[in-house]
């Protein structure tokens, strides 16, 4: 019986099929049936917002969610809300910060698949000698509508103090008249700045799927969750508090110094505080700028109030360019002696009406006889009765002696 052998003939790479437009690679296939899949389930279990409304709220009336993770490296550990100091306004001379409140990304990341039919994803753009470019894409299957912002790292980083290690591209000088050295940054730096920058804006696709109602929904239950902790067990909040303050490098007597008193915190200080935290451990703010919103307020409210203090006074303008020179880059001092000057005159106005209204009317009416008896010597002084029965008129004192001339009638 006779062996047919095989021989193996190797194929050049010509003998590949080129690519065309016909030819579909593996990734691409596998790209569009996700697609479509996830179109045909999207119109057979449409989502539906009441659904979605119960099932957010379930999950923000759990302490758990809401609360400080004592485990600050722990995954999940921010907030479900937080907030940053945006505008303010005086109260009695001191500028007092506005705090808004937000849904942080681990409010997203829990809505996501609750929301249902849409995805969120990164794709790469591109990227040069300087930058890495990204695009963050939300589909949202069921309106057949994507959004997406473009997401920019740099491959630079700035640094006060380089490594043997460091590459050095340039530097330059900052506002202290110091150096400041811009070096390549490594792989490891570029990774963390991008998925900084892509929490952030996954975040804001997510939450513009949610309507404005439901969002605030979920806001009063965070709150009222958060409350409800903090009153059975103040000492353990507060604490947690500190300690979670600390891993950010900011010390208890750094907390108190920002609430302007020594004492135990409030349940409204230790939400405020909260949020703030939530705030900056999400990036979305710092301790530093934190302090800045604290202690410079805004400008031009100030020049307002300042003039608006001004004007109760009834200062006259050359009186005012005076007392504006004496406060130059002091505008909360001067705020503060404008105040205190409005104060003392609207004191000094009530004084006088009281002193008015308690005038004795027997020294009144001596006064105005003492006044008709100067205006006319030849008159007869009133005499006094002992008893209050009106008396008859008396009747007029002629005098020969002519009339007196008055110094106005020429």
């Known amino acids: 019986m006779a062996t047919a052998s095989l021989e193996l003939v190797p194929q050049s790479p010509t003998a590949l099929a080129e690519y065309t ?31 979605i409304e119960a099932k957010i709220l379930k999950e923000c009336k759990r302490p758990q969610f809401c609360a400080i993770d004592p485990d600050p490296k722990k995954y ?8 940053v100091p945006r505008g303010g ?26 929301i249902k039919n849409v995805s969120v994803d990164l794709w790469p753009m591109g990227e ?61 730096e570029m990774d963390t700045a991008k ?19 439901l969002k605030e929904a979920a806001k009063e239950e965070i709150r009222t969750t958060q409350r409800t902790v903090d009153a059975i067990d103040p000492d353990t909040a507060r604490k947690r508090l500190f300690a979670a303050f600390a891993v950010l490098g900011v010390s208890i007597e750094d907390v108190k110094a920002y609430i302007g008193h020594s004492n135990d915190l409030t349940p409204a200080e230790i939400e405020t505080m909260r949020v703030i935290y939530a705030g900056i451990s999400e990036g979305q703010t710092t301790w530093k700028a934190v302090l800045a919103a604290k202690e410079e307020g805004g400008d031009e409210d100030l020049d307002t109030l300042i003039a608006a203090e001004f004007e109760k006074l ?10 504006k020179a004496k406060y130059v880059g002091r505008g909360k001092e001067l705020l503060e002696w404008l105040t205190a000057e409005v104060a ?50 008396t009747p007029t004192h002629t005098s020969s002696a002519p009339p007196p001339i008055e110094e106005d009638a020429w």
């Open 21 to 51: 437009e016909q030819n579909v690679s593996m990734v691409q296939q596998l790209a569009q049936a996700q697609i479509q899949s996830a179109y045909v389930m999207s119109e057979r279990h449409p989502r539906d917002f009441d659904v």
């Open 76 to 83: 999940g550990s921010s907030l479900a809300m937080y907030g």
């Open 89 to 114: 306004q005086y109260n009695n001379g001191q500028w007092v910060p506005n705090i808004i409140r937000d849904l942080t990304i681990r409010f997203a990341e829990m809505a996501l698949p609750l």
């Open 128 to 188: 040069d000698d300087n930058q890495r470019v990204f695009r963050a894409v939300r589909i949202d299957y069921e309106s057949n509508v994507a959004e997406g912002e473009i997401i920019v790292v740099p491959k630079t980083v700035e640094r006060r103090r380089t490594k043997d290690t460091d590459y050095v591209l340039s530097q330059r000088t900052n506002s202290d008249g110091k150096p400041v050295y811009i070096i390549r940054a490594t792989a490891e």
């Open 195 to 213: 998925r900084a920058q892509y929490s952030k804006v996954k975040r804001n696709l997510i939450l513009s799927m949610l309507p404005g109602w």
């Open 314 to 323: 009834e200062i006259p303008p050359a009186q005012i360019r005076k007392t």
């Open 344 to 393: 003392k005159k609207r004191n000094d106005g009530s004084s006088k009406k009281t002193e008015e209204k308690k005038t004795d009317p027997e020294k009144e009416a001596a006064k105005h006889a003492k006044a008709a008896q100067a205006e006319n010597p030849d008159a007869e002084p009133p005499q006094d009765s002992p008893d209050p029965v009106e008396q008859s008129p």
